[in-house]
C-alpha cells in the first residue's frame, strides 16, 4: 500500500481573520464594555483601570479658591489664638466680659481645617478636593447660624456682623458651585 503524502501544513494568520480575532478578544475579555461603560484595549488595561478615570477635571478657579481659602483660615485662625479680645470686639461691637478661652478653641479648630485646605491643595485626588470643599461648605454653613442665633440672643446688629454673615453666604455659595462642578461626570468624548 502506497501513502499519499500529506498536503503542506496551511498556517492560519489570525492577525488577518478578523472573526477568529473577535472570538479571541471575546473569550479574553477585552473590547467589550464594562460595567461603567468603558472600553478597554487590552487585559492589562482592564486589569490596571484606565488612568483617566482617575484624573481629575478641575473647575476653573479651583485651586485658586482653595489657596485663598487656606490663607483666610490661617489669618483668622491665628487672629482668634493671638487676639481673641479684639477678634470678638470687631465683630459683635461688645467687650469680651468672659474668658478668652472660646474664642481661643474657636482658633484651635479654624487651624485644623485651615491644615486640611492646605493638604486639599497639593492633592490631585479628587475624592480628597471634594472632602475638602465640602467640610469647608459645612463650616460656613455652622457659622452662619450660629452667628445668626447668637445676633438673635444678644439684640443687636452690628454692621461687621452683618458683613461676616453676608460674607459667610457668599462663600459657602463658592465652594457648593465648586463642590457640585468637580462632582458631576465628564462627558465621553
Known amino acids: 500500500m502506497v501513502s499519499k503524502p500529506h498536503p503542506p501544513l496551511m498556517k492560519k494568520h489570525s492577525q488577518t481573520d478578523l472573526i477568529s480575532r473577535l472570538k479571541s478578544r471575546k473569550i479574553l475579555g477585552v473590547g467589550g464594555e464594562d460595567d461603567d461603560g468603558e472600553v478597554h484595549r487590552s487585559k492589562i488595561s482592564q486589569m490596571l483601570g484606565n488612568e ?6 478641575e473647575p476653573i478657579g479651583l485651586r485658586v479658591w482653595i489657596l485663598f481659602s487656606a490663607v483666610g483660615f490661617t489669618a483668622m485662625a491665628l487672629l482668634a489664638l493671638i487676639f481673641p479680645n479684639q477678634l470678638y470686639e470687631v465683630v459683635f461691637e461688645e467687650e ?8 481661643r478653641l474657636y482658633g484651635g479648630a479654624l487651624l485644623s481645617l485651615a491644615l486640611i485646605m492646605w493638604n486639599g491643595l497639593y492633592t490631585v485626588e479628587k475624592i480628597i478636593i471634594q472632602w475638602t470643599l465640602l467640610s469647608e461648605a459645612c463650616y460656613f454653613a455652622i457659622q452662619f447660624l450660629v452667628t445668626t442665633f447668637t445676633l438673635l440672643e444678644i439684640g443687636i446688629l452690628p454692621v461687621a456682623s452683618v458683613f461676616l454673615l453676608l460674607s459667610r453666604v457668599l462663600f459657602l455659595a463658592v465652594t457648593m458651585v465648586y463642590y457640585y462642578q468637580l462632582g458631576r461626570k465628564p462627558k465621553k468624548i
Open 52 to 57: 483617566l478615570k482617575f484624573a481629575v477635571r
Open 96 to 103: 469680651l466680659t468672659t474668658t478668652s478661652i472660646s474664642v
